[in-house]
């Protein structure tokens, strides 16, 4: 348990999370896994459980609090709900995080991730004993990094074994608000949208971005509908169907064409050429 106040709780999960029913201790919300609604959160016992049953993702606060971005002491800092009134607040990269160099083993361990020195180079992707960070910029300016556990101990093909929890973002900012290079994207006019930053980047020539899990937040597909993306290809991990297909919903009240590909796994279980002739 949290030294969180059930009330502290409750408020920072009715903020973070489209609650959809309230009765007593639980909340109903749609699982920020899969998107089904079926998730129930205790705010006493700090624990929620989805019961789809492809799913069945269990949710302690703190795995919460991972995905969303920001905890509850954060709350007074959420942003509020009207989209348009959004401001994005500069974020700074851990001080230990430096570039990544031509001749550094990352540079090895990112090929078996598809990812090329190109791509380090433009994703300006940075590291530190632990953990590589890709940031995530928007007019210029970082309001968000993904950072990933890697084991530099291991041979660089086995850098990315690396068990729970492996990715974390800078508090105090949802990593929902962005898509991974999209000062770029929000010129082309149609996208593929991958969970995954490594992912996305050895799919970048396809016009893949990373939405950081399979969540599309009201406030990333109104910057999707104020740019010249005419059509998105949903290309989310094994298991995302509700939330994909919650997502297109969405997509398409507002004019928004998509499509919506599933796949046994994940992308990269696949070669680029299988992934093409499904596009
Ligand atoms: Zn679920």
New binding site residues.
């Given amino acids: 348990m949290s030294d969180y106040s059930t009330a502290d709780v409750t408020a920072w999960m009715l903020t973070a999370f489209a609650v959809n029913k309230r009765n007593g201790a639980e909340l109903q919300l749609d699982?920020?896994?899969?998107?089904?609604p079926?998730?129930y959160f205790n705010v006493k016992k700090q624990v929620g459980y989805?019961?789809?049953a492809?799913?069945?993702?269990t949710w302690p606060l703190d795995k919460l609090i991972d995905k969303v971005g920001y905890s509850p002491d954060h709350i007074g800092f959420t942003v509020t709900p009207v989209i348009d009134t959004v401001v994005s607040r500069p974020v700074a990269l851990p001080k230990a995080a430096k570039p990544i160099e031509r001749l550094d083993t990352a540079v090895d361990a990112l090929a078996y991730r598809g990812v090329t020195w190109d791509h380090i180079q433009k994703f300006r992707i940075h590291q530190d004993d632990t953990r590589l960070y890709v940031p995530v910029y928007e007019g210029g300016v970082l309001v968000q990094y993904n950072s990933r556990r890697v084991r530099k101990e291991n041979p660089p093909e086995d850098w990315f074994k690396a068990g729970e929890k492996p990715y974390r973002y800078a508090s105090g900012h949802p990593i929902t608000h962005y898509l991974l290079g999209f000062e770029e994207c929000r010129l082309w006019g149609d996208i593929v949208l991958v969970e995954n930053s490594f992912v996305s980047m050895w799919l970048r020539d396809i016009h893949a971005t990373a939405t950081f899990g399979s969540h599309l937040s009201d406030t990333v597909i109104n910057k999707i509908v104020h740019s010249r993306i005419n059509h998105v290809t949903f290309l989310w991990d094994q298991?995302t169907e509700?939330a994909s297909q919650k997502a297109q919903r969405k997509l398409k009240e507002l004019g928004v064409q998509s499509k919506v590909i599933h796949i046994k796994g994940q992308p990269d279980d696949y070669t680029k050429e299988e992934l093409k002739e499904l596009l």
């Fill in positions: 699982c920020p896994e899969c998107g089904h079926s998730c989805c019961h789809s492809s799913c069945r993702e298991g509700y």
